[in-house]
């Protein structure tokens, strides 16, 4: 542990599961007082135990209410937009319903979260906003092409926050994993089998799976004041995806 985020408070969505648990104990191991917020209320609870951080039980589809319990949790100087739900369908078998609830988890709730913590990081003229989208939404996705419209738009966004929020102090960075080993991509294999797994480890360079741990590296230095100078930036934790094989 260095300490690099002591006196910091952070908020993290999905931070119960997956890359934003990885993110969460990686925040409290460099001292930030940290909350999380999930609809997995069992996780979440063994998270507060586990960390000693805040638990917010969050059904980050619900925007207007997601909004409000991060506005009313206190200031925070990170936020860190982790909770996301995949898509498993070609476009032609989807429904409006379907597309809503995954513009709602995957980029409405990115713009909830936002708007309830900038009024605190602009009067204190610091901040750290983090977007978790994907490399699906610079690449696109055969089989995810709402996914990847709300993680393109995740991208669209923060580069514009990082435009408007600049002079007070805010930077506005994207993380786009490619195929890490979280339980949301298990749930997709369990699906596709082999052959999906196969394919998602040969479109990266290095051949394998990046782990959660990894992305929460990436997090944790975006955090830090040694990122002070960085914003408006997509950084891919990616293995080498989209440069070819």
Known sequence: M????????????????????????????????????DIDRRAGEAMALECGLNFIESDVADTQTLRARVAAAGSFGILVNSAGVDQHAFFGETSPLEWRRWLAINLEAVFATTHAVLPGMQHARFGRLINIASEAGRLGSRGGSV?????????????????????????????????????????????????????????????????????????????????????????????????GA
Not at 19 to 33: H, K, Q
Not at 170 to 184: E, F
Not at 194 to 223: H, I, N, Q, W, Y
């Open 2 to 37: 260095t300490g690099a985020l002591a006196g910091r408070h952070a908020v993290i969505t999905g931070g119960a599961n997956g890359i934003g648990a990885a993110i969460a104990r990686a925040f409290t191991s460099e001292g930030a007082r940290t909350t999380i917020l």
């Open 147 to 243: 996914y990847a419209a709300a993680k393109g738009g995740v991208i669209a966004f923060t580069k514009s926050m990082a435009r408007e929020n600049a002079h007070y102090g805010i930077t506005a960075n994207v993380i786009a994993p490619g195929p890490i080993d979280t339980p949301m991509l298990r749930q997709a294999v369990a699906v596709g089998g082999d052959r999906l797994l196969d394919g998602m480890k040969s479109a990266t360079l290095v051949r394998r799976l990046g782990t959660p741990e990894e992305v929460a590296a990436a997090a944790v230095f975006l955090a830090s004041d040694a990122a002070g100078y960085i914003t408006g930036e997509t950084l891919g934790v990616s293995g080498g995806m989209g440069i």
